[in-house]
């Protein structure tokens, strides 16, 4: 309930703040961003980040992958067996 409070208290501070500063400073704000955002040394240094992450992932897939089919092997051996109790497991 403190988060929560917290978090309300908050989003009406900024609500609050934000309607002072009004649409001047929001499309300051916004334009700033825009330029930031075109910016080609953001852009080069995202675009880096994402063909990392891309790579990450596929090494990951790479290990994962193999453990995966161990596991669905073991796991499909086992639904064939029946249980102690005498119960299917459809």
């Not at 649409?23 to 330029?35: H, K, V």
């Not at 064939?80 to 119960?87: A, N, R, S, V």
Request: glycine share 12%; proline share 2%; charged share 30%.
């Amino acid at each position: 309930m403190r988060y929560r409070l917290t978090f309300i208290t908050g989003l009406a501070v900024g609500y609050v703040l934000g309607t002072r500063a009004g649409r001047e400073r929001y499309e300051q704000l916004r334009s700033c961003a825009q330029r930031f955002a075109h910016n080609p040394a953001v852009r080069n240094t995202a675009e880096s980040a994402a063909h990392g992450g891309r790579q990450a992932a596929a090494k990951a897939l790479g290990k994962v992958r193999p453990l995966r089919e161990r596991i669905g092997g073991q796991r499909e051996e086992r639904v064939m067996e029946e249980d102690d109790w005498g119960t299917s497991n459809t």
